[in-house]
């Protein structure tokens, strides 16, 4: 016989998901009839559904945020805002889910939290650093810093190189050390082994990684059979190819491959976000 102390109780992130795991799909068609009921009737019901309905695919992204230190429960919350942010802007018309357009609202909101919970220990003590301050305001400049994603674009835009946009923009992005804190710095109770991922988490991880692949796929296809074979050979190949390797096999300079690239990682951007 179980003891009734030895049973864990179910925590209410747990129950979230578990819950989660409850709320049916919509296709394609209802979708779009529910976000046009929104648009131009501004039904509350509509928008109710809409926003259950892919409030996995907030979810599933503040997961990719726990190991920032903050409350799971708080990334779904601000993420969750940033998919009611997305629905204001949503043309049913367009033809695309709102599961591939939300994203990047639900990252921005994401981001924006992140920064506004994070400790300025450091305040620029000259222009350039004031400069990198006042533009980690900003959804892209925050995600150069967070994520490394176009890092390199970003860093142009001060004249500075990725590696010392990424320093002076991690003295702005420092924690406070926690009063559980050890004497190097990290949390005891982060430090600690933590339990085995739930049926729940695994889940909802699959479920944001088969999103993932399909959006991809999306943005690969509208690309030049050249572009996609550069984005697949530099980031979708174990190990990647250099810019050298793929300009002598293409028969290009190393300066008009890089071009390419980012060419073709404008396109694929500019489609997820569209």
């Known amino acids: 016989m179980i003891s009734s102390s030895s049973i ?17 799909h919509l296709n394609r068609e209802e979708e779009q009839r529910l976000a046009r009921l929104w648009r131009d009737k501004h039904d509350f019901y509509a928008v109710q559904q809409l926003i259950m ?6 979810a599933a992204i503040a997961r990719e ?9 708080d990334l779904i919350q601000e993420g969750t ?15 695309f889910r709102l599961a591939t357009y939300a994203p990047w609202w639900i990252r921005a909101a994401i981001h924006e939290y992140i920064l506004r919970s994070w400790s300025i220990v450091k305040i620029g003590t000259n222009k350039l650093q004031r400069r990198v301050f006042a533009g980690l305001q900003k959804a892209r400049h925050a995600i150069a810093a967070i994520e490394g994603k176009d890092i390199d674009e970003v860093a142009a835009q001060y004249n500075i190189s990725p590696d010392s946009y990424q320093s002076i923009a991690n003295a702005f992005l420092q924690r406070d050390v926690s009063l559980d804190a050890d004497r190097d710095g990290r949390n005891m109770i982060i430090a600690l082994p933590g339990p085995q991922a739930s049926p729940e988490d695994e889940v909802a991880e699959k479920d944001w990684r088969h999103h993932q692949q399909e959006e991809l796929q999306v943005a690969l296809r509208q690309l030049s059979d050249r572009d996609r074979y550069i984005i697949e050979q530099r980031y979708l190949h174990e190990p990647p190819s250099t810019l050298k390797a793929l300009a002598g096999e293409l028969g290009v300079s190393i300066e008009r491959v890089r071009q390419l690239e980012s060419r073709a990682i404008r396109q694929m951007r500019e489609k997820l976000t569209s």
């Open 8 to 24: 864990r109780p179910i925590t209410s992130l747990e129950l979230f998901y578990r819950e989660l795991r409850r709320i049916p």
């Open 81 to 95: 805002i940033g998919l009611m942010q997305a629905l204001k802007n949503y043309d049913p018309e367009r033809g």
């Open 53 to 58: 309905s892919n409030l996995h695919v907030a």
């Open 65 to 73: 945020y726990r190991h920032f230190g903050l409350p799971e429960e």
